[in-house]
C-alpha cells in the first residue's frame, strides 16, 4: 500500500484501509505472563471499532473527549482509535499524575468517560469524582480488586467491547454509519502541556496537522512495514502518539508495548527493535547502566572498554561516510571485542535509526552512542507542532543540531532568536483558552515557540542549534548571558549526575542543585565500602560529595569560565511530580525549584 493512498486519510481511514490490506498481517503486540501476543491489523480495527460503538452506548457524542489513565498499552489504541471513529477525541493523562491533577485535567478537557488501567488510576478518579459533575462513566482494563467497589458508572473495558459489537450485529447499518470517522480538518487528539512554567494547557491538534507531521517525521526515519517499535514512553505525549500510533499506522509497522518503563531495556533487548525514539533521560540512563555493568564486571572486559573507546575516540563525532580505512578496520575489530556485547545489553544492536528529542542532549552522549554503534540523530519538536518539526537528515549534521525542517513546514528564527513555525502541523488553538491561544499563534499563522535557536550550516543545508528556553536564558550580576541547558546536560552526562539545576540568574556566579543517581552511585558506594541506608543517607556521605565534586570539576574544565559551577547543593530526596517540582514528563519546574529550595539556594551565595 503506498504512502500517497493514506495521507489524505484521517487515522480511524487509514487505519481501515490497512486492515483491509493487510488484515492477518501483525500490528500490535503486548507482553502477558512474559509471552508476546500478536494482534493482527482486523483484530486491531474490528476492536477499536466495537469500542467506539460501546462509547455511543454509554453516552458519548461526536466532539466530546474521552480521557485515557493508563501506562501503555494495547487498550490505550483502541479506546483513542475507536473514539476517533465515532467522531470523540482522546485525551490521555498522564499515569503518574497525583489526584488533584488528574482532577484539573479531566476538569479542563470536560471528559465524559474516562478509561482507567487499573484500581490504582481509579482510586485516584474516584477520589475527586464528586468534583466532576460532567463525569458519568469509568471505564477500567484491569478489574482486579474491585469486586466490593460501588459498581454505579463502572464499566468494564471488554464489557463496553462487547456492547460494540452487540449492537453493531443488532443493526449493522446503524453501526457502519456511527462509524464513518471524522474529517480531515476535524479535532482529533488533545495533548496537555508539561505545565514546566505554569498549568498545564489542552492543545488541539487536527488530523491534518498529525497526519502532516507523521509523514515529515517518517521522511527522515524511512519506517516502514515488517520494522519493530517499541512503545513505553507516556502515549500523553506527542512524540510517542507519532512513534506508537502515527507512523506505524501509516507504514504499516510492528508496535511492541513494553511491560513497564521500568522493563523496557531487558523488553528492547529481546525485540531488538529497527526504529527506537528516546528522550535524553533514557539515553542517559542507557549510557549510565552501561558503565555500571562494566565496572561490575571490572578486569578484563572493563581493560578492553577502556581501550575501544580509547581507539575510537573523535570517531563518534564524524559522520561514516567520512571514516577512513583504517578507522572501519579499527572500528569493525572493536565491534566485534566490545562494542557487539554492549550493543546487545542495551537491545538496539540492529537498530537502524535512532531518536533523540524533548529536550536538549548532551553531545558527549550523541558521540558515545554513535561510537558505539547506533545511528542516533536529535530531532526538534513540541506538542503544538504536531510534535514533529526539524531532524537531522543523517550522521553528517553537525553534532548538537537538531537537523533541517520537514517537507512542508516553515521554519524561521525572529529577531531575538526565538524559533516561528508555521504549516500544517501548527495546532488548531488550546480547548477553552482563546487568550493564550492568540499568544501562542501570531495573525500570519507563525507559532511562537519560545525556544530560542540559531542556524548552522550543515551538509544538507541550514540546520538548527537550539540554545534554550527563552524564559530560562539567564544574565549574572555582571551582565554574562547563561544557557543554563547546556552546564546541565553536561553534568547529567556523569553516570552519577541524574539531575542538575544551574542557578545564576542575577548571580555572582553559577551554582547548581544536584540529585544523585542512585542505582550507579549506590553500586559505586558499595565498592567503596560506604555504609547508608537510604537516599538521604547517600547523598549526604562526604565521599559521595567529593565523587560529584570530582564530576563538576571534570565538567567546569571543558567550560567557560563564566558556565564554570563554583558551588553545589546535593539533594537528599529525590525531585518527585507528587511534590510539584517536576512535570510528569520529567521537566524541572524551575519556579517550584526556585522557591521550595530558596533557603539553600541563599546559602550558597553567603
Known sequence: MADDELKDLPLPQQLLRRAQAHPQATALRQKEHGVWKPVS??????????????????????????????????????????????????????????????EYLLALCE??????????????????????????????????????????????????????????QTDPAAAADATRAPALDDIGLIVFTSGSTGRPKAAMMSWRGLNAAARGLNSMLGCQAGDELVSYLPLCHMAEQMFSIHIPIAAGATVNFAESLRTVQEDLRELSPAVFFGVPRIWEKFHASIQTKLREAGGLRLALYRRAMAALDGVGARPRAAWTLAERARWNLWYVLV???????????????????????????????RTLGVPIREAYGLTEASGATTMQPGDASPVGTVGVPYPGIDVELAGDGEILIRGDVVFRGYLNNDEATREAIDAEGWLHTGDVARWEQG??????????????????????????????????????????????????????????????????????????THFKSLAELAAVRELVQREIDAVNARMPQVQQVRKFHLLTKELDHDDGEVTATMKVRRKSIGEKYATVIESLYV
Open 41 to 102: 491489523w482486523a483484530q486491531y480495527t474490528e476492536r477499536a471499532r466495537h469500542f467506539g460503538l460501546g462509547l455511543l452506548a454509554l453516552g458519548l457524542q461526536p466532539g466530546q473527549r474521552l480521557a485515557v489513565l493508563s501506562e501503555n498499552r494495547q487498550e490505550w489504541a483502541y479506546a483513542q482509535l475507536g473514539a476517533a471513529m465515532v467522531g470523540a477525541i482522546a485525551a490521555g493523562v498522564y499515569p503518574t499524575s497525583p489526584a488533584h491533577e488528574v
Open 111 to 168: 471528559a465524559p468517560i474516562i478509561v482507567c488501567e487499573d484500581q490504582e488510576q481509579l482510586d485516584k478518579v474516584l477520589a475527586v469524582r464528586e468534583r466532576l459533575p460532567h463525569l458519568r462513566a469509568l471505564i477500567v482494563i484491569d478489574h482486579r480488586g474491585l469486586r466490593r467497589y460501588d459498581r454505579t458508572g463502572l464499566y468494564d473495558f471488554d464489557a463496553v467491547v462487547e456492547r460494540g459489537r452487540h449492537a453493531e
Open 339 to 369: 562494542l557487539r556485547a554492549l550493543l546487545n545489553f542495551v537491545g538496539l544492536r540492529r537498530c537502524r535509526v535512532a531518536v533523540s528529542s524533548g529536550a536538549p542532549i548532551a553531545p558527549e552522549i550523541l558521540k558515545f552512542f
Open 459 to 532: 551538509p544538507a543545508g541550514r540546520e538548527l542549534r537550539i540554545v534554550d528556553r527563552k524564559k530560562d536564558i539567564m544574565i549574572t550580576a555582571g551582565g554574562k548571558n547563561i544557557t543554563p541547558s547546556e552546564i546541565e546536560n553536561a553534568l547529567r552526562f556523569s553516570p552519577y549526575i541524574k539531575e542538575a539545576i544551574v542557578i545564576a540568574d542575577r548571580r555572582r556566579f553559577v551554582s547548581a542543585l544536584i540529585q544523585i543517581e542512585f542505582e550507579s552511585t549506590s553500586k559505586w558506594a558499595e565498592e567503596q565500602g560506604l555504609v547508608y
